[in-house]
């Protein structure tokens, strides 16, 4: 994850903290609830993307619950930012206390979020940053009028409008539960104000936890001034604590991209059924066909056609190109080339310009050059082939020998006859033919026929012999038969083993 510079006008922050230490219990899962992954990214990883571009100096990751796994994964997405260990999960509000005891240098303001909030956008916090600074808050919580506020903390706002209190749901009075505000769990504040009311913080309320909410009460008491800004799209703030509300965000996450693709000029035939990393990227143009999973890092070009039923796992997709029912891992597919149904292509699959791959084809470890086709029902395991080639059907590349994997080389405008095994490591020359049906151990030199198979061998009258009253043996009988009635005199004992 790369940060970006903060945007001109806006000053920068100090910090980013992210609460990230709860247990996730309501998830029932041995994964830490942070690491639990929607459209291409961990809960963990939506919320730090969202906080990025604002250029914070310094990003802060409470651990806890399953911190080994958070802290690995940490490393991989944001390695610059600094984990630190809240030993006890004690509430939000020592999650925080703890964070910004571990960073005593920060100073000024201070974005701290939960880590669960992964549909939040780098608008509504950057946003959310400017209006507290326009207003010359020292705390200033995001908020959202939400239909339904079950389970979540209600904003308690004055005749005035002004805020004075977060009320959990379980702590609220009647009056309080009728309240639509919620608060998103995302909030802006001063780090010296910070550190002195999260050190008041007690935890007389009904779970026992210090809440990090209770610092905005401390402040309206202190007479500072706070504020709450509601987000312009109340499903910014949802959070995700158990697996109904996984899938929720996942699908609100996912129309919000095609959404995005669509306007962008990709079309999508099914909605529905169509599901978008935030980390894919789509150019105009291309067709996302029903169930295609556009996933991780994959690139689909201009005019490409990709679907139905179709995974593409960090892939790259030409310009004009098609894949039809096919599943794809780390496969670079060239502009016009065409793929499946039905195959399946494994990482390190290259398949060059106006390529084929067509039914029922298993590539990996493949570079298979421009215009070159494996059409029916082969294996292509590391090989390499030129341009223009033909493998026909039922070709097996036998790459392993038990112990080693081995390569094979097939020259341009090579034609591979059906169900030939190329037993690696082999060579085959520029414009090389094998014969249908051959072993090919050893290499075939540019311009060669390779024929590697046993001769034919006819046995006449088997059938009749051998498998007598068989309705095969009726059918060989009828067939002499008619042959003999013709006359043409050729119809006597057949010749014997004939070799071809
Ligand atoms: C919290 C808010 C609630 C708000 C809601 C929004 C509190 C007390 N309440 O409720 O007002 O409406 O988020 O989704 O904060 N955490 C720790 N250590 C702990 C406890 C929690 O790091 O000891 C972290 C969790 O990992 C989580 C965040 O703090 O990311 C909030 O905790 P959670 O239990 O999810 O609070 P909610 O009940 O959802
Ligand atoms: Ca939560």
């Not at 936890?209 to 987000?231: H, N, S």
């Not at 056609?305 to 310009?319: A, K, N, S």
């Not at 046993?454 to 009258?461: I, L, M, T």
Request: charged share 20%; glycine share 12%.
């Amino acid at each position: 994850m790369s940060s970006q510079e903060p945007t001109a006008g806006s000053a920068p922050l100090a910090a980013v903290v992210v609460l990230a230490a709860g247990q996730g219990t309501r998830m029932r899962s041995t994964t830490p609830k942070v690491l639990h992954e929607l459209g291409g990214r961990s809960l963990l990883g939506h919320v730090l993307a969202a906080a990025a571009p604002l250029g914070a100096g310094t990003t802060v990751v409470v651990v806890g619950a399953g911190r080994e796994a958070v802290e690995e994964h940490l490393a991989a997405i944001a390695p610059g930012a600094v984990p630190v260990l809240q030993a006890e999960q004690r509430g939000s509000g020592h999650a925080a206390a703890v964070a910004l005891d571990a960073v005593p240098e920060v100073d000024g303001a201070v974005l701290l979020l939960n880590g669960d909030a992964p549909l939040l956008r780098a608008e509504t916090v950057r946003t959310l940053v400017a209006e507290h600074q326009r207003a010359g808050n020292v705390l200033t919580v995001l908020t959202a009028e939400v239909d339904d506020p079950t389970g979540l903390g209600r904003i308690v706002r004055d005749d005035a409008g002004a805020v004075r209190a977060i009320v959990e749901e379980r702590d609220a009075t009647d009056g309080q539960l009728q309240i639509r505000e919620i608060n998103a769990g995302v909030y802006v504040g001063d780090a010296a104000a910070m550190r002195r009311t999260l050190a008041q913080l007690g935890s007389d309320n009904d779970q026992g936890e210090q809440y990090v909410t209770d610092i905005l009460g401390l402040l309206v008491a202190e007479g500072a001034p706070v504020g709450g800004v509601p987000a312009d799209d109340p499903d910014d703030v949802l959070g995700c604590n158990d697996r109904r509300e996984l899938a929720a965000r996942r699908r609100t996450l996912n129309d919000r991209v095609l959404d995005a693709l669509m306007v962008s000029g990709v079309t999508v035939v099914d909605p529905q059924t169509t599901w978008v990393d935030v980390t894919a990227e789509v150019a105009r143009d291309a067709v996302l066909q029903p169930g295609t999973h556009v996933q991780g890092a994959t690139t689909i070009g201009s005019g490409a056609v990709v679907g139905p039923d179709t995974t593409l796992l960090d892939c790259e997709v030409g310009d004009g190109a098609s894949v039809v029912r096919s599943h794809c891992q780390l496969a670079v597919i060239g502009a016009r080339a065409t793929v499946g149904p039905f195959s399946y292509l494994r990482p390190g699959t290259e398949l060059g310009a106006g390529g084929k791959i067509g039914a029922y084809v298993e590539t990996k470890n493949a570079q298979i050059g421009e215009g070159s086709k494996v059409p029916h029902l082969s294996y292509v395991g590391d090989a390499t082939i030129g341009r223009g080639a033909n493998v026909g059907a039922a070709t097996v590349f036998v790459n392993y020998d038990g112990v080693n994997k081995h390569r094979t080389t097939i020259g341009d405008q090579v034609r591979i006859g059906s169900d030939t095994m190329l037993v690696a490591p082999v060579t085959v020359g520029d414009g090389a033919y094998t014969a249908a049906g051959s072993v090919i151990t050893s290499d075939v030199p540019p311009g060669a026929m390779a024929v590697a198979r046993a001769p034919q061998r006819n046995v006449a009258g088997w059938v009749r012999r051998r498998r007598a009253g068989s309705p095969a043996a009726k059918a060989a009988e009828a067939a002499e038969n008619q042959a003999a009635a013709a006359g043409n005199g050729r119809s006597g004992p057949p010749v014997a083993d004939t070799e071809q």
